[in-house]
Structures are given as structure tokens and as C-alpha cells.
């Protein structure tokens, strides 16, 4: 949940204010409960009023997901998985590259699952934490996790988690728009749960993608563009 450089140096107030509202809270939807003990929910839960009316916009966004849509590869019939959909800023975009295929949208905060519901987006979204709960397995083509991945509290169970949720041969992308030294000193710089939530670098991924059974394909770590492709291979972990 980021933006490209600029944008998250001049972080709004009210994003920082958040972090003196923390509350307990957890939600049940389609049979998932949400881990209550992770601070990160109610930090993004406060956030969620104000979240579509902060850059980076939709169109924002989108627009810099149209510039990479030859490396997304993303193709019309696809099951697609969005990790950490927030408000479903990206959602719509996303359901219209794949269909007539589907776009099942989650995030571990329920207020953002709500307001991303009363979008009227044709995606199907839940509240669930995919450090935890079980996703369906071998159901999709492809997971995204766009601007997400640094708040799984757990990154190895998650990706053994994603691992199961894909086809073989599926593929996992990690995306950020913007590189991972910048968007790692930005979280560093702010307390409150968020502040030691990481982007795995270079070398660190291969042993953590191999132990869920996926294989790393595609690393781009630039100053504008984190990107990092997966395939799940059949037969291993995950």
C-alpha cells in the first residue's frame, strides 16, 4: 500500500494520526475470521475512510499498471487472486483484463473490504488474512499482490499459502511502484505497526519462494518499479 516516489514522502497527516487510533478488531466473512492480535488491521482499518481520497489515486495507479501491462501479462478467461485489494483502487482495472475471467479481491481489514464493496466493481471480494486462512486450492492463474506484500506478518506462510491457491504452473507477482530501498525507509520512518514491515531484496527471495514451491522467474527492482514474478511448480512444497 504505497506509492511511487514523491507520493510516500509527503505522507498525509492524517496517515500518521492513525497511528494513535489503534483498536482491537476483527471480522468475520465467508467463513473467515481475521488474526485480531495484528496491529496492521486496525492500522488500516483507520485509514480506510480517507483512502480513496489520497494519491496514490485509482487513476493514478491504474494508469501506471496500464504502462506495464506487457510484463503483468495478464489475459483475457484468467482467475485472478488480488492480495491486499485496500479499497479496491486497482480492483476494477484488474477484472477488466482478465474477463470474462474472475478477480477475487481480498484484504485482512474489514473497513477497507467494505468500502470496496460498495464500489458496484464486478470482482468477488472477501476479509481474510492470507497469513492464516486457507484460499482455494489450485483456483487461480494468477496472484497479485500489489502494494501489499511488506505487511504479511508472516511472508513464509503466506507464500506457501499463495503457493497452494495457484494452478501449476500459475504465476505469483509481488508489485510495488516504486523500488524496495525506498519503500523499506519509508516504513522504517514510521512507528506504529507498519514500521518494521519489509520488501524482501535480491538474494533474500530464492530460499523463501523455493520453500512455498514457487520459482523465482522475474526480479526488476528499479527506482520507480518493484517487480517480481513466480510459478508454482508442481510436485514441491506449497
Known amino acids: 500500500m504505497h506509492g511511487p516516489p514523491g507520493v510516500l514522502d509527503e505522507m498525509p497527516v492524517w496517515y500518521y494520526a492513525c497511528i494513535n487510533r489503534m483498536m482491537t478488531t476483527g471480522s468475520t466473512q465467508e467463513g473467515f475470521r481475521v488474526n485480531t492480535s495484528d496491529r496492521r488491521i486496525a492500522f488500516f482499518d483507520a485509514l480506510a475512510a480517507q483512502w480513496d481520497d489520497e494519491e496514490p489515486s ?5 494508469e501506471r499498471l496500464s504502462q506495464q501491462a506487457d510484463l503483468l501479462d495478464l489475459r483475457p478467461g484468467q482467475a485472478l487472486l488480488e492480495v491486499g485489494c485496500g479499497t479496491g483502487k ?20 474489514p473497513e477497507m473490504v467494505a468500502r470496496a464493496e460498495r464500489k458496484d466493481i464486478d470482482a468477488d471480494f472477501a476479509c481474510l488474512d492470507v497469513c492464516s486462512n486457507r484460499l ?25 499459502n499463495i503457493a497452494q491457491a495457484l494452478k501449476p504452473g500459475g504465476r505469483m507477482i509481488v508489485m510495488h511502484l516504486a523500488g524496495s530501498a525506498h ?22 527471495w530464492e530460499p523463501l519462494l523455493a520453500a512455498a514451491g514457487l520459482k523465482q522467474v522475474t526480479l526488476m527492482d528499479r527506482e520507480d518499479l518493484f517487480f517480481l514474478e513466480a510459478v508454482h511448480e508442481t510436485g514441491r512444497a506449497g
Open 58 to 62: 485509482s487513476r493514478t495507479m491504474t
Open 90 to 109: 486497482t480492483t476494477a482495472w484488474l477484472a477488466a483484463q482478465v474477463a470474462p475471467g474472475r478477480v477475487t479481491a481480498v484484504d485482512f481489514a
Open 136 to 160: 482455494d486450492c489450485g483456483r487461480y492463474d494468477v496472484v497479485l499482490c500489489f502494494h501489499s506484500f511488506p505487511h504479511f506478518r508472516d511472508q513464509a506462510a503466506a507464500l506457501k
Open 183 to 204: 519503500i523499506n525507509r519509508f516504513h522504517a520512518g514510521v512507528d506504529g505497526p507498519v514500521n518494521h514491515d519489509v520488501l524482501p531484496v535480491g538474494a533474500e
